[in-house]
């Protein structure tokens, strides 16, 4: 079975500086697609950013971008110039590639954005 | 465009009673799914819907069932609540193929 570890409960950073939340992963398919999702307050998830496996391209979207390393099966998010209203729980998710669509998630890691 | 809506927002149950949570999407989405998160843990999906009249079991789907009602409604019942469900419950939809999900706004449930 697939497992998601993200090692950090909790992050902090000054706003406008950057941060890199860790995940890790268990497989041992070489098709899957991985994910991180961010929860505000209003607890709705939503969709930061993805990454296909066998895309050797790290994945960016504005200020959020990934350092994906198939071999060592890590999924890093980083987030350039902090806002404060990046504060939230991020998890990092894995859904194999005919998986049906199901994902699994990591813990989550509160990230807190100091003014 | 709604997105994926659940009701009710919140609920506190007795031990032994029964409910359904509600899900519908207007995203003409085949895949629907259920999620329950736990402090501290990830979201463990509990069953999903790949396409209309088809459910299949989650990873933790013991103590709930589930009624695909038509493409957009997808019901998740507590037939008899116990402490251990008191969760927040998360409903998904996403189009069959592509890896996305959307997620509705959560259900808080609380069993005494």
């Known amino acids: 079975a697939q497992t998601v570890t993200q090692s950090q409960p909790e992050m902090s950073v000054q706003e406008a500086e950057t941060v890199t939340l860790s995940c890790t992963y268990d497989?041992?398919?070489?098709?899957?697609?991985l994910f991180w999702y961010k929860q505000p307050p209003s607890r709705q998830m939503i969709l930061v950013i993805r990454?296909?496996?066998?895309?050797?391209q790290n994945a960016t979207e504005n200020r959020f971008s990934v350092n994906f390393q198939k071999a060592a099966k890590s999924f890093s998010l980083k987030i350039s110039d902090s806002q404060l209203g990046d504060a939230a729980m991020y998890f990092c998710?894995?859904?194999?590639?005919?998986?049906?669509?199901?994902?699994?998630f990591g813990g989550g890691t509160r990230l807190m954005v100091k003014p | 465009n709604a997105g994926v809506t659940q009701t009710p927002k919140f609920q506190v149950l007795k031990t032994g009673q029964s409910m359904t949570l509600q899900c519908a999407q207007d995203?003409?989405?085949?895949?629907m799914y259920w999620y329950r998160q736990d402090p501290g843990m990830g979201l463990r999906l509990i069953y999903y819907?790949?396409?209309?009249?088809?459910?299949d079991k989650g990873e933790v789907p013991n103590g709930y069932n589930v009624s695909r009602l038509n493409k957009r409604e997808f019901s998740l019942r507590l037939e008899s609540a116990a402490p251990s469900q008191t969760s927040v419950y998360f409903c998904?939809?996403?189009?069959?193929?592509?890896?996305?999900?959307?997620f509705g706004p959560g259900t808080r449930l609380l069993v005494l």
């Open positions: 998710a894995y859904r194999h590639y005919n998986a049906g669509n199901m994902l699994t």
């Open positions: 998904a939809s996403g189009r069959q193929g592509e890896e996305t999900q959307y």
């Open positions: 995203m003409n989405h085949n895949s």
């Open positions: 497989t041992s398919e070489s098709d899957y697609y």
């Open positions: 819907s790949a396409s209309e009249g088809t459910t």
């Open positions: 990454q296909e496996a066998y895309k050797q």
